[in-house]
């Protein structure tokens, strides 16, 4: 167990919609990244939340969106939802760029 | 190019054998490398992570770390049919971002 919690585990949506995933992080970390990972895949990289700023981008486009809280918690909204966002999503806390530890993640099937 | 690559797999071992597992990076100032065991339909789980050159060991788990070949491997000693997984080797190219391989799925059989 990392410490690191993840809500929903599972969510069904359809096309268009928008979604709201949150991640909780380790106590004493002060960073979140989420990543996607579709099936066999490793994860990719979408964003990361330091300070409660975006700290770097991966490769996604601007429905892709989040934020850190003053408790350092944090939120990834995926708006207009596409079937290929159906992926596992993960946070992942860690105290600056230091190792990274990994929550239960979210599965989302969007139909 | 790829940033971090795998070999492919999937790789099947028997039990009490070594499981030998390579990843080859391509940016040259990455500083941190690790590997992540991830069962099936769960998230991964760090389980060594290693910073210079030369080998790391961590009970039956090795890290052996080639800056100049630009190289990562991972080995696993007196494989347990627990050790089926998929492995995923990160590498962080920069301060935030972690960059994976595809993963190289590991069978165990008893």
């Known amino acids: 167990e990392t410490g690191v919690t993840q809500s929903p585990t599972h969510l069904i949506k359809t096309r268009g919609q928008q979604v709201t995933l949150r991640c909780s992080s380790q106590s004493g970390h002060n960073t979140v990244s989420w990543y996607q990972q579709a099936l066999g895949q490793g994860p990719q990289f979408i964003f990361q939340y330091y300070r409660e700023e975006e700290n770097g981008r991966g490769n996604f486009p601007p429905r892709f969106s989040g934020l850190q809280f003053p408790n350092y918690s944090s939120e990834l909204n995926v708006n207009a939802l596409e079937l290929d966002d159906s992926a596992l999503y993960l946070c992942?806390?860690?105290?600056?760029?230091?190792?990274?530890?990994f929550g239960p993640g979210t599965r989302l099937l969007v139909l | 190019q790829k940033e971090v690559e795998q070999n492919s797999g999937p790789l099947s071992v028997p039990e009490g054998a070594i499981a030998s597992l390579n990843c080859t990076y391509s940016d040259r100032v990455s500083q941190s490398f690790f590997w992540y065991r991830q069962y099936s339909g769960k998230s991964p789980e760090l389980i060594m992570s290693?910073?210079?050159?030369g080998d790391k060991e961590d009970g039956r788990f090795t890290a052996q770390l080639n800056k100049a070949s630009q190289y990562v491997s991972l080995l696993i000693r007196d494989s347990q049919p627990s050790d089926s997984a998929t492995y995923l080797c990160a590498v962080y190219p920069n301060d935030y971002k972690l960059s994976f391989g595809a993963g190289t799925t590991v069978t165990v059989r008893a």
């Open positions: 992942a806390s860690s105290f600056g760029s230091e190792t990274q530890y």
């Open positions: 290693i910073y210079s050159n």
